[in-house]
T-cell receptor, first 112, second 110 residues
Framework: SQTIHQWPATLVQPVGSPLSLECTVE??????LYWYRQAAGRGLQLLFYSVGIGQISSEVPQNLSASRPQDRQFILSSKKLLLSDSGFYLCAWEGQGLLGYTFGSGTRLTVV | QKEVEQNSGPLSVPEGAIASLNCTYS??????FFWYRQYSGKSPELIMS????GDKEDGRFTAQLNKASQYVSLLIRDSQPSDSATYLCSTLRGASKIIFGSGTRLSIRP
């Protein structure tokens, strides 16, 4: 069966520090992968999506970047965090056909 | 105008009653719709999908789609305290990007 792993679960980082969040998927090949951010009390904002290795599409210009170095690995990064980067970061992969997404357990990032 | 709009709530419903959650969307070309449930501090989980006009039932949940009026709804029958969560309405944009509403917070009171 397919599973999606995301880590770390929580993270507290100072302003100006770098960020690296990792997401891996098991049990499927060539999945479409997505990074979303959810600010406190807000909806889900699509940040990046990837349809294959090295293929990244950015939805919103921001302080973040994404990479897909391997088929089942999706990484979200920042060189210098801002206070506004705080939020709940969710990785998702697209099921077969039009079955919606399966989300990872998320990373709660607090920038202080 | 947001692509997907929901009333943020909270919507308070007595235990055992029917909870009705509504959503409107702006893109008349949207074809696929998904309802997710999100417990506080947790990631969303898919509970219903609907692609055709009309009703789709799964256990206590019924999704309704009206493309002419551009609205989607989710009915929860025999509401339980465990149904208390935020419900996210979403639609597929293009081939594979799902756009979410801001969610409706549902509270089931005993």
């Amino acid at each position: 069966s397919q599973t999606i792993h995301q880590w770390p679960a929580t993270l507290v980082q100072p302003v100006g520090s770098p960020l690296s969040l990792e997401c891996t998927v098991e049990g499927t090949s060539n999945p479409n992968l997505y990074w979303y951010r959810q600010a406190a009390g807000r909806g889900l904002q699509l940040l990046f999506y990837s349809v294959g290795i090295g293929q990244i599409s950015s939805e919103v210009p921001q302080n973040l970047s994404a990479s897909r170095p391997q088929d089942r690995q999706f990484i979200l990064s920042s060189k210098k965090l801002l206070l506004s980067d705080s939020g709940f970061y969710l990785c998702a992969w697209e099921g077969q056909g039009l079955l919606g997404y399966t989300f990872g357990s998320g990373t709660r990032l607090t920038v202080v | 105008q947001k692509e997907v709009e929901q009333n943020s709530g909270p919507l308070s419903v007595p235990e055992g009653a029917i909870a009705s959650l509504n959503c409107t969307y702006s893109d008349r070309g949207s074809q696929s719709f998904f309802w997710y449930r999100q417990y506080s501090g947790k990631s969303p989980e898919l509970i219903m999908s609907i692609y055709s006009n009309g009703d789709k039932e799964d256990g206590r949940f019924t999704a309704q789609l009206n493309k002419a009026s551009q609205y989607v709804s989710l009915l929860i029958r025999d509401s339980q305290p465990s149904d208390s969560a935020t419900y996210l309405c979403s639609t597929l944009r293009g081939a594979s990007k799902i756009i979410f509403g801001s969610g409706t917070r549902l509270s089931i009171r005993p």
